[in-house]
């Protein structure tokens, strides 16, 4: 009986302070975009949201039935805050910040698509070329985001194959044919695809380190659609076998090249996807607070709010210019995946968006005109 009077208390006291709360969001919020935080008594954020209607998506918490995750949120909260965003687009950018910063207990994960994948070259002294579905600062070298994790499993085994690039694990020890220790050397390979001719066998003596560093960098450069040599090694393979009249086995490596020349069309085609999403977006802000960002590949480098003078137009053109020719690799920033799976999720679902946008090769303005010209792009 005692446990029940506790339960009682506790649930009246909660019900007070839900009162309190969603007096607090009535009588303060507006219905505007923004991203609000739930705070526990000790002043730990617990959650973290978004909406384009701040006071009606708080005002919702409260009507929550029991069970509900709404009604844990409040359970757990002893304080709301809220900040206003000038449009949904920079409310999502918010609250990904928010949720990074404070990594609220209730937010599991930012809601990022989980259907990409990532290339990842391993920093090793014998790289190996891996599908990941998460990049991770380890100074490895990562290249997406794809779409399509068969596909790159497909893409990525018929290249390691070809190349006899090694896919075994990091702790297995390698031993170079520059740096055989001889009185301690046992030459058998770590497992039988150096016998297939599927691997140089660095972890046997049977290559260099230079040699197994040029096959990866063929690797590398064939999977951005630069040289052919995979396709090449299928090809003379297929022609050998065709002249020694194994002919089920050339069509086979005819099948297998018409694949991996497929796969490695979509894997440029959706790169390319990939820097299309390099432009200046101009977002239309609540009460005509619009912003220009800038975007290169995916990742937001600056935002302004929208030009209201020439000097001002010349200004952002200028630094888009300087941006846009900017030399830089085609490897994605650890730091900044988030970010770029936000942003290529906010374009794939709202297509119509492209409209907004303004593309390098279409800024009709020069960085170099004066401001007192003022300038012809649409921004």
């Not at 359970?75 to 809220?82: D, L, Y």
């Not at 990091?170 to 030459?187: C, S």
């Not at 003596?205 to 040029?214: D, S």
Request: charge should be positive.
């Amino acid at each position: 009986m005692p446990a029940l009077k506790s339960d009682s208390l506790l649930a009246a006291t909660n019900g007070h302070l839900a009162v309190a709360l969603r007096d607090h969001v009535r009588a303060n919020a507006e219905n505007r975009p923004g991203v609000y935080r739930m705070l526990s008594a000790d002043g730990q954020v617990v959650y973290v949201g978004k909406s384009v209607r701040i006071r009606s998506r708080l005002l919702s918490y409260f009507r929550a039935d029991r069970g509900e995750k709404a009604t844990e949120i409040i359970s757990a909260a002893r304080h709301i805050e809220w900040e206003y965003a000038p449009s949904e687009f920079a409310a999502l950018l918010l609250e990904l910040a928010s949720i990074q910063r404070w990594r609220p207990a209730f937010n599991v994960q930012h809601k990022i698509d989980r259907g990409h994948c990532f290339i990842k070259l391993t920093r090793e002294e014998a790289p190996r070329l891996l599908m990941t579905l998460n990049v991770i600062d380890d100074g490895s070298l990562y290249f997406g985001p794809f779409l399509g994790r068969k596909m790159v499993r497909s893409v990525l085994r018929e290249v390691r194959d070809l190349l006899e690039l090694r896919d075994c694990p990091p702790t297995v020890k390698l031993r170079f044919a520059d740096q055989i220790d001889l009185f301690n050397f046992d030459a058998t390979p770590a497992c039988i695809r150096a016998d297939l001719q599927k691997c140089m066998a660095p972890c046997a003596a049977r290559c260099t380190r230079g040699e197994y560093l040029h096959r990866i960098e063929e690797a590398r450069q064939f999977l951005h659609g630069g040289v052919h040599k995979p396709l090449k090694l299928l090809k003379a393979r297929m022609q050998q076998a065709a002249e020694r009249m194994q002919f089920e086995y050339a069509a086979q490596l005819r099948d297998r090249g018409m694949r991996l020349r497929d796969a490695r069309a979509e894997l440029v085609r959706l790169r390319e996807n990939f820097e299309r999403l390099t432009f200046l977006y101009t977002v239309p802000g609540f009460l005509g607070n619009d912003r220009v960002y800038l975007i290169r590949r995916g990742q937001i480098e600056r935002d302004w709010p929208a030009p209201a003078s020439p000097a001002d137009e010349h200004a952002l053109l200028k630094e888009a210019h300087r941006t846009f020719n900017r030399t830089t690799g085609s490897t994605v920033d650890p730091a900044r995946v988030a970010q770029i799976m936000l942003v290529t999720r906010w374009f794939r679902l709202r297509p119509d968006e492209f409209a907004r946008t303004t593309p390098p090769d279409r800024l009709r303005a020069s960085s170099e005109a004066s401001p007192r010209e003022g300038s012809d792009i649409s921004i």
